[in-house]
């Protein structure tokens, strides 16, 4: 049994978002300092990996450091993968130093899964923890991933994104509009200006299968810019956001069907967008199926969610897996798997 007050200090450094955190008792998020790398990438309409792993490096310190101040810390956490090597690396040398020299375990969490666990938060605590078995939706910059989740740590990953993620085909959408970096909260303010029926852009439902692809929908949005003079963005935006929001409601809801599920969680930073919110809601009632999003303050990359999914691993496995063992590899293509017993 861990002691109420066990304290994890999660570090997410994955891909922009330099961010740490101090959960308390598996429940209580203490402190949740974002960094966020947006300045820099806004630019070049999208994340620069040399220049984000030069800005974890520049700011990991700090944040930890703000994060922590004199509160006691029993373990850390951070994530391993997926993402980008740069930044992985340096939480990876973060956690590993701090756990050294604070003498406290050190566990390796999967990003995607602290997008899964960040739906049980509300209001920095845990309010709403996971009922199962549920299908996941895991809308992000860098994923689109489906799963069945019959408790914690047990997964059958149904399918991902054979292209973009939905998230990226919201940023490279943006990109051609001429629109600012991230993509997704400009595509959505420009969509509530127009019609969502203006433009029928494709919706790619690869029957037979529950993989996702996205980039064809971007590629109709280039053609359509290439081909028409005079195009109204808020048109193309709502009509963008339509095809995209109904492609993942619809595959949702039927893996929710087919799995005989009474809940969905989405996660993610496409998590926040308003109308895949208003669909997901709509098609769940209709189904009767409770929907859960992620708090929109948590949508996003941060440290609270790695926190708690270290403390779920460690409430799985016991208070004798915690360890001191420093070999936990990096790995940009962690992929989603069991926890043993
Ligand atoms: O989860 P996240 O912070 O980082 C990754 O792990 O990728 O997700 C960032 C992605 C970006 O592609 C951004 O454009 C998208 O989430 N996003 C949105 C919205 N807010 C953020 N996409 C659609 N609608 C939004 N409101
Ligand atoms: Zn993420």
Redesign the pocket.
């Known amino acids: 049994m861990l002691k109420k007050d066990f304290c994890i200090l999660g570090i997410e450094s ?4 330099t961010s740490a955190s101090l959960l308390e008792g598996g429940q209580k998020v203490l402190s949740n300092v974002i960094y966020s790398q947006i300045e820099e990438h806004k630019k070049y309409h999208g994340v620069v990996p040399e220049l984000a792993s030069r800005a974890h490096a520049a700011k990991i310190a700090a944040v930890i450091s703000q994060t922590v101040g004199k509160h006691p810390v029993d373990a850390v956490a951070f994530a391993h993968g997926p ?1 980008l090597p740069g930044g992985l690396m340096v939480g990876r040398v973060a956690a590993e130093t701090f756990s050294r020299l604070k003498k406290i375990p050190i566990i390796g969490v999967n ?2 899964e602290g ?1 899964l666990f960040a739906c049980e938060f509300e209001d920095g605590e845990v309010k709403y923890p996971l009922s199962f078995p549920l299908i996941a939706l895991i ?5 689109t991933e489906l799963w069945y989740v019959k408790g914690y740590g047990d997964y059958k990953v149904l399918g991902r994104t054979r292209d973009d ?4 085909a ?2 490279k959408v ?1 990109k051609l509009l001429g629109l600012a ?8 303010a420009q969509a509530l200006k127009g019609r969502r029926d203006a433009v029928n852009f494709p919706r790619p439902l690869l029957p037979g299968t529950w993989d996702f692809s996205f980039s064809g929908i971007k590629t109709s949005v280039s053609y359509y810019l290439r081909d028409h003079k005079d195009v109204s963005v808020p048109d193309i935006c709502a009509s963008f ?1 339509e095809a ?1 929001c109904e492609t993942l409601v619809k595959k949702t809801i039927q893996a929710a069907k087919k799995y005989k599920v009474k809940q969905i969680a989405v ?10 919110r208003e669909k997901m809601n709509a098609a769940g009632a209709q189904h009767h199926i409770a929907v859960r999003f992620v708090p929109r303050g948590m ?3 941060n440290a609270a969610m790695i926190a708690l999914a270290a403390w779920r691993q460690l409430e799985h496995a016991g208070a004798n897996a915690l360890t001191q063992k420093w070999d936990i590899n990096i790995n940009p293509n962690l992929k989603i798997k069991n926890w043993g017993k």
């Open positions: 994955t891909c922009d978002e993402g990003h995607l997008h809308v992000s910059g860098g994923h993620a939905a998230g990226e919201f940023d943006a970096y991230p993509g997704g909260p400009q595509v959505s956001e995209v996660g993610g930073g496409v998590a926040a967008n308003s109308l895949l949508s996003s990359d």
